[in-house]
């Protein structure tokens, strides 16, 4: 749920802005006492050689273990975590904190796949581990910031855990769950489509400990946080940002056997490398805050031939920064918003607001890089497609007009002639609807560049959920229908096959540039 945070200026019409593990691994408790993994399986590398490929191949091929999913998350304080890294090199070491009022508890990494449908591999399981009740979470006063502060419960060393999403869930001795997301990255992704996760969006949204940058006390804006740590668990099952808005995209494009490769928005904020020569590279459901470094990357990929893809809506919205913390690591995102001016760092950086990125000072709409610019919230509404004959939607039999109930929501873009936006640009999906009384558009757009790259954005946050659509994962994914899912998976594989093959601004017919057409005639 989204939370109103007033007007925001300088767009004509803008709507109110409201309100996501072989070989044993081995650890050391709090206290010294050691604990070694007792399952482990599989191989995997960071670099995009013909044997990692075979590995990739031989990966998809295994079997999975059904028994992923949380069946008790329990009471509050039951068992909850987080690890002292949002990512790891494969091999890499990591540290997790658990809080747990059980006398006991086991840690299970699964690995997030196709695995013949079973959606996910049992990768390593810990032994019996003493639990303990942590200590009440610390709230930094000046930026109203919860941190955990917890002891380090144990020591993950990731050793034969193959690159990809995973889901450590915590297993209590009185049978209740939690996850802790963990992302094994890509140390290159040469020829391969990277797979973008969020995790400053999900701690963005995260009220663990009773704030976050939307609420904070008695779910207040105004007492919202202004920065927020990874210090602390994520609030509900763990994951639930990754479970909805990022977990059906592993799934398919896994089931596709597309040569993958996985990082964050923070570790490509750090280390643009992931990017050299990727195919394609392709933000999921929700990832609204990004940094300046990160998009500067990303647009940089795009100008030497990497595709582009957007699968939700609103994303590279806020513009963020990360903060060293007491431990010396970037393990806090400072996003003071309509407080930017607010920000002590703004005196020496007056160039360097955390506000959203169409905003003054240094303002540059999220449309030079997405083709689309966020518009409203909330909105459900149908997806109509326009053209029909666009190779994105091949073989889904979706006519021009074709329409698809609820696929547009809750958030969504569209195209804004008068905003900086890349040319030649397409409008494939343009759908009308209403959001607080004001009638609009949703647009579904791609456009290509000089180098070649092409980039798709969908214009609607429901798409990857729409992914699961005449499923039973994720609830009623809003009513949307099995043919609704069925037209977005399609499109989707075409998408991800597209970018696999290689620059899609060489290999696909040119966008036919009809912004005009569709918003200067009067014919929209």
Same mark, same amino acid.
């Given at each position: 749920m989204k939370h109103r945070e007033g007007q925001d200026a300088g767009i004509p019409g803008r709507l109110d802005r409201r309100l996501f593990l072989a070989a044993a691994a081995s650890g050391a408790m709090a206290g010294g006492a050691a604990v070694t993994g007792c399952h482990s399986s599989g191989t995997g590398g960071s670099s995009p050689s013909g044997s990692d490929r075979r590995a990739e191949r031989g990966e998809n091929a295994l079997a999975g273990d059904s028994d992923w999913r949380i069946r008790s998350v329990g009471p509050s304080?039951?068992? /909850?975590?987080?690890?002292?890294?949002? $990512?790891?090199?494969?091999?890499? *070491?990591?540290?997790?904190?658990?809080?747990?009022?059980?006398?006991?508890?086991?840690?299970?990494?699964y690995r997030v796949g196709w695995y013949g449908g079973a959606q996910a591999r049992l990768v390593w399981r810990s032994h019996r581990v003493a639990g303990s009740v942590q200590g009440r979470p610390r709230l930094v006063r000046a930026t109203r910031t919860v941190r955990a502060d917890w002891r380090r419960t144990l020591s993950i060393r990731t050793s034969g855990w193959p690159e990809g999403a995973y889901l450590l869930r915590l297993d209590s001795e009185d049978a209740h769950q939690r996850y802790v997301p963990l992302i094994v990255r890509s140390a290159g992704a040469a020829g391969r489509i990277v797979l973008m996760h969020a995790p400053a969006t999900w701690q963005a949204y995260n009220r663990w400990g009773g704030y976050s940058l939307y609420q904070g006390e008695n779910g207040a804006y105004g007492t919202r946080s202004l920065a927020v740590s990874f210090e602390r668990p994520y609030d509900n099952n763990g994951a639930e940002k990754f479970? @909805?808005?990022?977990?059906? @995209?592993?799934? &398919?494009? #896994?089931? &596709?056997?597309?040569?993958?490769?996985?990082?964050?928005?923070?570790?490509?904020?750090?280390?643009?490398?992931?990017?050299?020569?990727?195919?394609?590279?392709?933000?999921?459901?929700?990832? /609204?805050?990004?940094?300046?470094?990160?998009? /500067?990357?990303?647009?940089?990929?795009?100008?030497?031939?990497?595709?582009?893809?957007?699968?939700?809506?609103?994303?590279?919205?806020?513009?963020?920064?990360? /903060?060293?913390?007491?431990?010396?690591?970037?393990?806090?995102?400072?996003?003071?918003?309509?407080?930017? &001016?607010?920000?002590?760092?703004?005196?020496?950086?007056?160039?360097?607001?955390?506000?959203?990125?169409?905003?003054?000072?240094?303002? +540059?709409? #999220?449309?030079?890089?997405?083709?689309?610019?966020?518009?409203?919230?909330?909105?459900?509404?149908?997806?109509?497609?326009?053209?029909?004959?666009?190779?994105?939607? *091949?073989?889904?039999?979706?006519?021009?007009?074709?329409?698809?109930?609820?696929?547009?929501?809750? *958030?969504?873009?569209? @195209?804004?002639?008068?905003?900086?936006?890349?040319?030649?640009? #397409?409008?494939?999906?343009?759908?009308?609807?209403?959001?607080?009384?004001?009638?609009?558009?949703?647009? $579904?757009?791609?456009?290509?560049?000089? +180098?070649?790259?092409?980039v798709f954005a969908s214009g609607t946050m429901r798409w990857v959920e729409a992914l699961m659509a005449g499923t039973r994962e994720n609830g009623r994914n809003h009513g949307m229908d099995a043919r609704t899912g069925a037209f977005v998976t399609r499109s989707t594989q075409n998408l991800l096959r597209a970018f696999a093959a290689g620059p899609c601004g060489r290999n696909k017919p040119k966008p036919r540039d009809d912004v005009r057409d569709v918003y200067a005639s009067g014919s929209h």
């Open positions: 304080g039951a068992i /909850e975590g987080y690890t002292d890294k949002v $990512s790891v090199l494969p091999g890499e *070491e990591l540290g997790l904190y658990v809080s747990t009022s059980a006398p006991a508890f086991r840690v299970s990494a479970m @909805v808005y990022e977990r059906a @995209v592993v799934v &398919l494009a #896994e089931k &596709l056997g597309l040569p993958l490769a996985y990082t964050t928005g923070p570790d490509v904020h750090h280390d643009p490398g992931i990017l050299h020569d990727a195919a394609g590279v392709v933000s999921l459901g929700h990832d /609204e805050y990004w940094t300046p470094q990160q998009r /500067e990357h990303v647009t940089r990929a795009r100008d030497a031939g990497t595709n582009v893809a957007f699968l939700g809506a609103n994303a590279c919205f806020r513009r963020v920064r990360l /903060e060293p913390d007491a431990t010396g690591a970037a393990r806090t995102v400072v996003c003071y918003k309509t407080d930017y &001016l607010r920000d002590p760092y703004l005196a020496d950086h007056p160039d360097m607001p955390t506000n959203d990125f169409r905003q003054p000072p240094a303002a +540059s709409p #999220e449309s030079s890089l997405t083709g689309v610019l966020y518009e409203g919230f909330p909105v459900d509404a149908p997806y109509v497609v326009r053209r029909s004959d666009h190779w994105i939607f *091949e073989g889904t039999g979706a006519k021009r007009g074709a329409s698809f109930d609820h696929l547009v929501g809750v *958030e969504y873009d569209r @195209v804004t002639p008068g905003m900086p936006t890349p040319a030649p640009l #397409e409008i494939i999906a343009h759908s009308p609807l209403v959001c607080k009384g004001r009638p609009s558009y949703a647009d $579904s757009a791609y456009y290509t560049v000089p +180098s070649g790259a092409g």
